[in-house]
């Protein structure tokens, strides 16, 4: 079987209200999938991460750049593609969208080789540990609203995710400090004192703001504190996990094994966060997962895009070790985005249906049974919301 094209779907429509975090308000919904197609009729579907105009770039790299060197190979030989693309790239690429637009590329690979074989992705690499992940949601972004709509927004959303049946909650954070941890405040309130809640200021805070609302955060019990200052500043991760008493988090704007090599050596993180879609794809991401939990740091997944993206973190949970082992484990958890997305809910031929699952086993999702990824998406859907350059 032969690679025979390569083909990016970037896909967006016009969200229902606009939402915002702490870099930028946005109005649409984008997705880019890859589609790799072979001479014997055999797709495998992989997700890139990167909204909007970066989505339109790395479908540029996907087509123009990676699908000149990886046609007439086998799709089964995953790493000599992935070293093959990575090494012509090295000298351009070693970080940012190449990097996004060869992460799609090789989890549609593992799809095709899931297909191939008659596996699903989680057996392929290494085995079933769960047949079901616990999922938190996420909501509470920020609006062009006072500060007052805020807190009383939030604490209606959390405690409305709380009720949906999610196993946790994350906000977002973005307003300033000082008014931030009166969001956290909001967010506890609306979801009581016993359940778990987590806070994302996607790299908004210098190291000292960072301080001031970590330890907010402390108080309040928050489980994590996700990318508190800029993913560059490795010092300011190093010195808010040896000061605060929340879990750190971060690592989705991180990539390749190399990358990920200095945030845990330095010892950065409580909790580590890779994003398939961005990193590398599943060749690398198992890398990066193997050097996570050599230096005893949980993996919890970030998780953005369509149902592709959740399909292939469904597997690479389910076949995730607990770190550490013991009878009452931690479980990792599905990151699910509560608000309007209808690539994750409308994509596919047979939908996962993350909030009707979550209902009704109280906060877990299955993992999709067939051959690789164990999803396909609709056709006539991607032709009715695609854009092109």
């Not at 249906?353 to 109280?362: A, E, F, K």
């Not at 690789?372 to 350059?389: C, H, K, M, N, Q």
Request: charged share 25%.
């Amino acid at each position: 079987m032969k690679i025979t094209e390569v083909v990016s779907h970037v896909l967006q429509y016009d969200l229902p209200e606009e939402l915002g975090y702490s870099q930028q308000y946005y109005a649409k919904r984008s997705a880019h999938l890859v589609e790799v197609r072979t001479d014997e009729g055999l797709s495998g579907w992989g997700e890139c991460f990167g909204p909007g105009n970066v989505a339109l770039a790395n479908k540029t790299i996907v087509e123009r750049v990676i699908q000149p060197m990886i046609i007439g190979h086998d799709p089964v030989d995953r790493e000599v593609i992935w070293h093959k693309v990575y090494n012509l790239l090295r000298d351009h690429a070693q970080k940012g969208m190449p990097l996004q637009a060869l992460s799609g590329v090789d989890i549609a690979l593992w799809d095709l080789t899931g297909k191939i074989t008659g596996l699903p992705l989680c057996k392929l690499i290494g085995g079933q540990q769960r047949d079901r992940v616990p999922v938190y949601g996420y909501g509470m972004m920020l609006k062009r609203e006072d500060l007052a709509s805020h807190l009383s927004r939030f604490e209606e959303e959390a405690a409305a995710i709380k009720a949906a049946g999610f196993a946790a909650t994350k906000m977002k954070l973005g307003l300033g400090a000082k008014s931030d941890v009166r969001l956290a405040e909001a967010v506890r309130r609306g979801v009581g004192d016993d359940f778990p809640f987590m806070a994302d200021a996607n790299h908004c805070y210098t190291t000292n703001d960072a301080l001031f609302v970590g330890e907010a955060l402390s108080e309040l019990d928050a489980y994590w504190f996700e990318e508190p200052v800029a993913p560059e500043d490795l010092d300011g991760y190093r010195e808010l996990r040896t000061r605060l008493k929340v879990n750190i988090s971060g690592g989705e704007a991180e990539f390749t094994r190399w990358g990920w090599r200095h945030l845990l050596e330095g010892r950065c993180l409580d909790i580590a966060q890779p994003e398939v879609c961005a990193l590398g794809g599943i060749s690398e991401y198992l890398k990066v997962v193997a050097l996570a939990h050599t230096h005893f740091t949980p993996v919890v997944n970030h998780v953005w895009g369509s149902a592709v993206a959740v399909a292939a973190n469904l597997h690479l949970l389910a076949a995730m070790p607990p770190l550490p082992g013991g009878l009452f484990p931690r479980e990792p958890l599905l990151e699910f985005d509560t608000t309007d997305n209808r690539f994750r809910d409308e994509l596919l031929a047979e939908p996962l249906d993350i909030q009707g699952q979550v209902v009704r086993t109280g906060g877990f999702a299955s993992v999709p049974e067939g051959p690789g990824l164990g999803v396909e998406p609709d056709r006539s859907f991607i032709e009715r919301y695609a854009i092109t350059l």
